[in-house]
């Protein structure tokens, strides 16, 4: 059966500090882990963003939200609104371990589906069904804005956890607390390169290190380059993740498969 | 009298062998400083409006500043500028060390040459004397020359008319838009000068502890990078976070480019390490070449002449660098129009053109341009004109903006930087707008470049109209904490002008308007601050900035916020009061159209 893949990536993530939708994950963005995964098993998928902040290049068609703010019921809609297919898995950004098994399984239910998982029904990692967007434009102008209302109105199966694979895979995290973390639960190693002249201070120029933040894995790997690397990286040094952004916050999460590079601040001629 | 300055400059023309002394007015001295400042002032009230760069009448300006002969670090530095023979603009270039103090001191701030010499001619400290020297390598006329003083000359790419040859001093270059073409074109082989007049100071014991405070931050951390590795340091970074540019622009993939990379080189290549005259930093790193050759190395040579070519083999690159000193060729020009012709070659747009890679052919093919031979003298015109030449919409990828070949900063993944290149008033130029520390900040989105970005570029183009009008070297701008209040400091110690931050940067704004009515009464348009259609279209196909792309939209927007953030109309042009600003003593075409 046919079937879409809608990931949410337009919310304001006010706990994290910063889009989670950019956030690093083995040297790719959370949003591109996402879509890499619906674009697996989905035959289409579309990202909805607010467009307050860019998007990398994506392997999705992106849409921006019909009107700000409305929260993931706004962005459930206009995803839904624009899909080929019936029904469509729908993702919050922020689900980097979310296994295309489970995604599967839920749109295996032919239907509306959303798993129960820590006690709650988890209403942005869930099977919509797009014949039901009115439904969503009424809650809209009631101001009923919680999406479980959506699936309830869509007479959604309500999946127990044993009944899918993988179902913990849908965890996601909203803090850079729970970022940390979730990078420190995933296996393998970042990369920790020194280029230019910063290279030739270092007494390593590539090596591989443990999740942590950026001042921990730093000081770890060159403590007298780095001792005063507490609240920011020390301005003589530029410090670059995943050949992206250029990042001075030191309790910046950075986990498997980053690639940090460190390099002079003084660039260019 | 002022302190710091002379007061007059030189004009001499080589047609008749005559100079004349002109008084410069204190209000300008103050208005413009001296460098690219004066120096475009100068050139703007010499230079008669659409002047054929290589025509007899054309200016060519050596200008000193207030700050040179002093001690202060890095202020042996002297600006040439004149209209180009390449992008038709005003086109100013620094260089330094012993030619710029000698220079200030023959008792002018300025030497301004016109005319044209019946014969090939050194000019030495005001005589005119026929020389047997054309033919003759940089390295070969200074040594010839320098018992008579210090030598600044043109190799043979400038006696023939390559459009963009450099002027050399003391194995440095006044290197980009074809300055030793001009020079060229004057018969010029030369210019020695020696003097005894050295300007008074007007506080010389602030000026002496102001210089040794300097000194001793000029060695520390800040400058570190280039006394211990050179800006050839960027290039295994840039490779890294995908702004290399590499085959002309094609955003592919370079296998090797880590061999050239000077943490690589160095331990192996690296013969001694140099310094300007005044300076203690010591940027200039050598390298060994060849059988018992050596060459001074930075960036910007290794990125057009290596990756840029697809070539990433050092032995080849670091001679392919050697030649263009020899043949007085600016690297990036060099690099960036050989580049374009080995993809003509590849598209089969240009027979007897090297393809990426061929080192050999761009060894043979850098001398063909020297001597215009061969294809040679179809890219001895540079990148733009080959390409109106060639046609089959090959201006679509020459590498260029108003006709000066890209420096190795790619748009696209530097997006401020995008538009630093596109708006600078001499052409693609990172000296002139260092956009690029912006993109390499936490401070903007270096991918997705914005109005305020945009807005955002003007504070170090502010900062470059300065440094490069007191003259100081950018090399030394990590160093100072607040450049315009410490500027102001200098020249208060130096000239004894009562002069403040906020003043200083009015006037790096005006010297920033100047090159820009220059340029619009030579004929600049909106459509030429723009970047090549390939880079506007066509994504980055590999590597590290893989699928960064940079729209035509995009860039329009930037510049249209840049413009009105410098007061300009969107368009760029400047409005009556920028223009009432420059002074009543230049020509009323300054004038917007």
């Known amino acids: ?269 | 009298m002022l302190h710091g300055y002379h007061g007059c400059y030189l004009r001499f023309d080589l047609t008749t062998g005559r100079g004349t002394r002109v008084p410069i007015p204190d209000a300008v001295l103050r208005r413009y400083i001296g460098g690219v400042g004066l120096a475009s002032w100068i050139l703007h009230r010499e230079a008669p409006v659409g002047v054929d760069p290589l025509a007899p009448e054309a200016p060519l300006v050596f200008c000193f500043s207030p700050l040179v002969g002093t001690p202060l670090t890095t202020s042996a530095k002297f600006a040439v500028v004149a209209k180009s023979p390449l992008t038709g603009l005003l086109c100013d270039a620094l260089s330094s060390s012993h030619f710029a103090i000698e220079g200030k001191r023959s008792g002018f701030d300025a030497l301004v040459f016109t005319g044209r010499c019946a014969q090939p001619c050194v000019w030495i400290a005001g005589e005119l004397v026929p020389t047997d020297l054309w033919g003759s390598t940089p390295a070969q006329t200074e040594s010839a020359l320098s018992q008579h003083g210090r030598v600044a000359s043109i190799g043979v790419a400038g006696e023939n008319g390559v459009l963009f040859a450099t002027i050399s001093n003391d194995g440095r270059h006044a290197g980009r838009g074809g300055l030793g073409t001009v020079m060229g074109a004057k018969k010029l082989k030369a210019i020695v000068v020696r003097g005894t007049q050295r300007p008074t100071l007007a506080d010389p014991g602030a000026v002496t502890r102001r210089a040794r405070d300097l000194s001793r931050r000029a060695q520390g951390p800040a400058t570190a990078k280039y006394r211990e590795l050179g800006t050839a340091g960027n290039l295994l970074a840039f490779s890294r976070l995908g702004t290399l540019p590499t085959r002309n622009f094609r955003g592919e993939r370079l296998e090797g480019v880590e061999r050239l990379a000077a943490e690589n080189l160095q331990p192996v290549r690296q013969e001694r390490r140099k310094s300007c005259a005044s300076c203690n930093i010591g940027c200039e790193h050598l390298y060994r070449v060849g059988q018992g050759a050596s060459v001074r190395v930075e960036y910007e040579n290794l990125f057009a002449l290596g990756p840029l070519c697809g070539i990433s083999n050092p032995e080849d690159v670091l001679e392919a660098s050697r030649l263009c000193d020899e043949f007085g060729l600016d690297t990036v020009s060099a690099g960036g129009t050989i580049a374009f012709a080995m993809e003509c070659a590849e598209r089969g747009y240009l027979a007897d053109a090297p393809c990426f890679g061929d080192a050999a052919g761009l060894l043979a093919l850098l001398a063909d341009i020297a001597h215009q031979r061969g294809v040679g003298k179809l890219l001895s015109l540079g990148s733009r004109r080959a390409a109106q030449v060639i046609g089959r919409g090959s201006l679509d990828f020459a590498p260029q903006v108003k006709g000066l070949e890209i420096p190795g900063y790619e748009p696209r993944t530097l997006q401020t930087m995008a538009l630093g290149l596109a708006v600078s008033t001499r052409g693609a130029d990172h000296n002139r707008s260092g956009a690029y520390e912006l993109d390499f900040s936490d401070r903007v989105d270096r991918l997705h470049g914005d109005e305020r970005a945009a807005r955002l570029a003007i504070e170090p183009e502010a900062r470059a109209a300065l440094m490069d009008s007191l003259i100081l070297c950018k090399f030394l701008r990590h160093a100072v904490d607040d450049l315009f209040e410490e500027s102001a400091d200098m020249l208060r110690e130096v000239v004894g002008w009562d002069v403040d931050a906020a003043e200083l940067r009015a006037t790096a704004g005006r010297i920033t308007n100047l090159k820009k009515a220059f340029n619009i009464r030579e004929g600049w348009e909106p459509p030429d601050d723009t970047l090549p259609r390939r880079l506007l279209e066509e994504p980055i196909a590999e590597g590290a900035g893989r699928g960064a792309r940079l729209t035509r939209q995009r860039l329009e927007r930037m510049v249209r916020s840049y413009n009105l953030a410098r007061g300009w109309t969107a368009e760029g042009y400047l409005r009556t009061e920028a223009i009432r600003d420059l002074g009543d003593d230049l020509p009323t075409s300054a004038q917007n159209p």
């Open chain 1, 1 to 269: 059966m046919p079937a879409a893949g809608i990931v949410l990536c337009g919310g304001m993530s006010s706990r994290m500090g910063r889009p989670k939708a950019l956030l690093p994950w083995q040297g790719r963005t959370v949003l591109e882990v996402v879509i890499d995964v619906l674009r697996s098993v989905a035959d289409e998928v579309v990202a909805v963003t607010s467009g307050e902040f860019e998007l990398p290049a994506v392997d999705a068609h992106v849409i921006q939200d019909r009107e700000p703010r409305l929260g993931p019921l706004g962005g459930i809609r206009d995803g839904l609104a624009v899909v080929g297919s019936d029904l469509a898995f729908v993702a919050s950004t922020d689900a980097p371990f979310l296994s295309a098994s489970f995604v599967k399984a839920m749109l295996g239910f032919g239907g509306a589906a959303a798993c129960e998982f820590d006690g709650h029904v988890q209403t942005l990692c869930a099977v919509y069904d797009r014949r039901y967007c009115e439904v969503a434009d009424a809650l809209i102008r009631e101001k009923r804005m919680r999406p479980l209302f959506l699936l309830e109105g869509s007479g959604y199966r309500r999946v127990l956890p044993d009944e899918v694979p993988a179902a913990d895979s849908i965890r996601g995290f909203n803090t850079p607390k729970e970022y940390l973390a979730a990078l420190r639960a995933t296996d393998g190693p970042a990369i920790l390169e020194f280029l230019g002249h910063a290279g030739q201070q270092a007494r390593l120029s590539r090596i591989e290190v443990q999740a942590g933040t950026l001042g921990e894995i730093l000081r770890s790997a060159e403590p007298e380059l780095f001792a005063s690397a507490d609240g920011e990286i020390p301005k003589q040094y530029l410090v670059s993740l995943n050949a992206r952004a250029f990042v001075r916050n030191a309790s910046m999460p950075v986990g498997p498969g980053d690639h940090i590079i460190v390099m002079d601040s003084a660039v260019g001629g």
